[in-house]
């Protein structure tokens, strides 16, 4: 499955989804990274307008996710984030998903199939 995030300001990214510190501390990571105190000349919709471009640049607007059996298949802490990184962008965002594969072979264990 595909993912595709069809804004410039926002960003996905697969981590860590079960201890909300994780996302806490890339916050302040990203934003110690990117701080809105640089004088940016981009400022259309704010102070926060241009660094959340540089962290959607950091982080990318895209993912593409294994599907097995009908379910996304991630690691046992993974989960995947949209991170919005303006006021005015916590507002909903627009995502194009495409899905591409094959009908699943009931004969094989794809998941645990050494490569």
């Known amino acids: 499955m595909h993912i595709q995030l069809l804004h410039t300001s ?9 201890d909300p510190d994780v996302r806490d501390d890339m916050e302040m990571m990203l934003n110690r990274l990117v701080p809105e105190t ?11 307008d241009m660094p959340a471009h540089a962290k959607a640049c950091l982080l990318g607007s ?3 996710l294994p599907i097995c059996d009908g379910r996304v298949t991630l690691g046992t802490w993974q989960g995947w984030w949209r991170l919005s990184s303006t006021e005015t962008g916590r507002a909903q965002r627009k995502v194009l998903v495409t899905v591409d594969g094959v009908i699943r072979d009931p004969t094989k264990d794809w998941l645990h199939t050494p490569f």
Do not use: R, V, Y
């Open 10 to 18: 926002a960003s996905l990214t697969i981590n860590e989804n079960w």
């Open 38 to 48: 640089i004088p940016f000349k981009h400022s259309c919709e704010g102070p926060d």
């Open 62 to 64: 895209n993912l593409t």
